[in-house]
């Protein structure tokens, strides 16, 4: 054998052996291949709590505070919200958040909705009168 | 005087080649929002993350290893070789991989992104896109992300590097 064809040899065995990882990997995955090619992947955990803090007026607006916690592994940024406010399954209030909000993993942090509108529907109810108001201000119900 | 005949391309080539392995840097990137996915692929290392968490594929990293040890073989007989010109044996030494590991990986690329279209998640070898998504919760939830995928400078030097080392290939034989 001449020397050229031992390095042409030598090297188709190098070759060869340097795939011998994959070998490796079969023989760990007891030659399963579909174990093998299976991507796995655990997805962050999102969890987030409104705990709601309560009204305030500020700077001529009612702002409702909410407390956002974030308990999860991913960090969200609320750009935008709006939320109706009901009484006894009536929407009296509309709201939108006042400014963006970034929530990091456990972290707290404050939303504050501008409470925006406000409105009532004259209604007769068992002798009852509600008065008819719209606009920013305090409801007020009377009853005779 | 000393005359020694050396080969200077494949020596260019091997330290080209070991470069491209030993600094794990990606040929090809995805990237897709802030932090939303992120795709960096080359022969040798492979790392996938969906909201920053990793996605594992149990082959790829025998995959990478046979690749880097592939490679380091290729360019540490290049690099021998190229100092062994007036040695018959020698030309063996001198091989092609180089250029065929950049080829093989730009058409397992291409393959592989063709198989993801089928799929349902169109996205191209290179440019700036947006990254149309069902997720599928409910009615479905359609997502739309801005995305960018390219090939990088070190897969233009692993091809530079197949290149010249086809020129030490040629001027092996010759001498």
């Known amino acids: ?144 | 005087m000393i005359d020694i005949k050396i080969n200077f391309f494949g020596i260019v080539a091997s330290l080209l080649l070991f470069y491209i392995v030993l600094s794990n840097k990606p040929w090809w990137i995805l990237r897709g929002g802030e932090g939303i996915f992120y795709a960096a692929v080359s022969p040798f290392n492979v790392k996938i993350e969906i909201l920053g968490k990793p996605v594992i594929v149990p082959i790829i990293f025998y995959l990478n290893l046979a690749a880097t040890l592939s490679m380091l073989l290729a360019a540490s007989t290049m690099l021998l070789g190229s100092f062994l010109v007036e040695k018959e044996w020698s030309r063996p030494m001198i091989g092609f991989k180089g250029l065929m590991l950049p080829i093989l990986f730009l058409v397992g690329l291409i393959i592989s992104l063709e198989f993801v279209k089928n799929m349902g998640i169109a996205v191209p070898l290179m440019g700036e896109f947006v990254l149309r998504y069902e997720i599928p919760i409910g009615q479905g939830i359609i997502t739309e992300t801005p995305s960018v995928a390219m090939l990088t400078s070190d897969y233009w030097i692993a091809l530079l590097a197949g290149i010249i080392s086809v020129l030490a290939w040629f001027f092996q034989r010759r001498s």
């Open chain 1, 1 to 144: 054998m001449n020397r050229t064809k031992a390095v042409r040899i030598l090297i188709t065995l190098l070759s060869i052996a340097a795939f011998l990882p994959l070998l490796y990997g079969l023989n760990s995955y007891n030659w399963d291949l579909k174990a093998l090619l299976t991507p796995s992947y655990t997805p962050p955990r999102v969890d987030f709590r409104m705990e709601p803090e309560g009204l305030r007026f500020e700077q001529g607006k009612l702002i409702l505070s909410i407390k956002l916690i974030n308990l999860g592994e991913i960090e969200a940024k609320i750009e935008g919200l709006n939320v109706t406010l009901y009484s006894n399954g009536i929407a009296v209030a509309t709201g939108s958040l006042e400014k963006p909000v970034l929530s990091r993993p456990n972290s707290t942090e404050e939303l504050n909705i501008s409470i925006t509108s406000f409105s009532w529907d004259p209604i007769q109810s068992r002798g009852k009168r509600r008065g008819l108001y719209q606009g920013y201000g305090l409801s007020c119900e009377g009853s005779g």
